[in-house]
């Protein structure tokens, strides 16, 4: 049974930097792509970032572009999202996913394990 543990989440301030990590367990790490995806209150679930499984390839959200930046360690089993220049409008629950292919995708539905989620939250 693969399970997906995010850690890092927390309250910080506008301008503020968050790292989000996410422990792998269960089938092999390195042959998925992994993602982040969010979800604030009253709001559907967002495609926020994700990675292929080697790495070499990332794509993010328009919204975090420039901003959050993710990546993997493979013989951790782990993948990070670094948040930096954080804003209020960041503020939700950040989960994390292990898709069922290997390259990058957008979609929710193609990612078979989910996380529990962190809470991150944004003061201004």
């Known amino acids: 049974q693969v399970q997906l543990v995010e850690s890092g989440g927390g309250l910080v301030q506008a301008g503020g930097s968050l790292r989000l990590s996410c422990a792998a367990s269960g089938r092999t790490f390195s042959s998925y792509a992994m993602g982040w995806f969010r979800q604030a209150p009253g709001k559907e679930r967002a495609f926020v970032a994700a990675?292929?499984?080697?790495?070499?390839?990332?794509f993010y959200a328009d919204s975090v572009k420039g901003r959050f930046t993710i990546s993997r360690d493979n013989a951790k089993n782990t993948v990070y999202l670094q948040m930096n220049s954080l804003k209020p409008e960041d503020t939700a629950v950040y989960y994390c996913a292990q898709s069922r292919r290997v390259i990058v995708s957008t979609l929710g539905s193609e990612y078979d394990y989910w996380g529990q989620g962190t809470q991150v939250t944004v003061s201004s």
């Open positions: 990675i292929s499984w080697s790495g070499g390839s990332t």
